[in-house]
């Protein structure tokens, strides 16, 4: 096995002229830009909250730069390196060797794993003993030479292996799709053999009793590829790895998602969304109603978890119920009571989002705009919103855009300098946690769209 050269690799494809950001461009926008495959545990959607080890590490890098982090799912190593190299995204999470192209890139890794076959068990397996099993199985490369082996974007497309006795193996790379397709054209017998890293196979095998994933192929490192012009940003991601993966939280993650009985159970389950396309119980019922109001459904289903993480008998502190959390002052105005049923709760909320959205489609034309409005207003009330517009306007912001013009508005109407104001009308107002309600469902709204289908 000393000869063989590992199966995965970067491959950088350089051009004359790279529009790379360094760590002060990506300030300077605020967000920095991720790309991903698609390992199963490393970003997915489950019970309607985005999770996985590479979205926690993610998460932790952008709260240490103090900057957003936008998540992209790519097609397979090859693409994702190819938006890295013309400045498409900022850092790309790869597996590697040490043949990549350091004068242009860097990796940082993250930790090992291996590379193993996939391949069917005999028919009667269950009746055989282990010699009888492994007469039958491949256990060395060589024995695969003249055969083709099918990755899900673990591989550079053409790829190949060569073994210790110099024979060739090729490898044919599907493009984007996800790695359980692997097993399942094997299990089926459309493929006779395929290739993914272990700690995707740990996780899958328990779905796929007939595929064996005990032969390896060789090791690779997982890690984070940057720029080699991005020195800051090297310099600050380097620096947070090395602090990070020396604690226990580290640990912690990596055994939560790549080990641990609750990852594979969060895979077996239907609100798993990566493989089921489920997010909640309601997902048809969002479909229905945000046509009504011309939201996308996954909109509408962020918003619901955001209010009651998709609980019809939840009720807040303050008395809201249920699935979209309606105040009872306005319950009757909408036509529910704390009896109906999930379908009436959520035509009540789907209504009085149309409410909000008329009021304010005149002076804010913008769809996309006007949605984070539309938020705000559902959450502390459309008096308070235009409160914050009216002092936008007052102080020479954009009274028609949120971000960093009303939104820090309503933050401000928690001095008493501002909310007495004659331009304010509805008092005082702490608006910290509608900004966070605003923001958090408009990015669950994003992993959604990278996850979800329409």
Known sequence: MAGLVCLCSCVIHRQEKQDTADLSAIREKDVLVAMTDRHPADYFIFNGEPMGFQFELLAGIGKHLGINVEIRIGKDDEQNMHALASGQCDMVITSFHSGIDSASTACIPLYTDRVVLLQRKPAQWKEMNGRQMEEQLVRHPEMLAGRMVYTSGCTSAGEEIVTESGQHIDFVNFRNIEPEILFKLVDNGELDYAACRYSVARLLAARYPNI??????????????????????????????EQFKRTKRYAILYNTYYKSKTIQNRINSRLYAVRTGIVSDYDELFRKYSAGINWDWRLLASLVCQESRFNPEARSRVGAFGLMQIMPSTMEELGIDSTSPPEKQIAAGVKYIKYLNDILSKSIPDKNERIKFVLASYNIGPGHIFDARRLAEKYGKDASVWDSNVDSCLLSKTDPHVYTDPEVRHGRCVGKETNAFVAQVMQRYEHYKNILPE
Not at 218 to 230: F, K, P, Q
Request: net charge negative.
């Open 212 to 241: 064996d994933t005990d032969t390896p192929l060789g090791e690779l490192s997982v890690g984070w590829a940057v720029r080699n012009s991005s020195d800051s940003l090297q310099h600050e991601i380097r620096t947070w790895l």
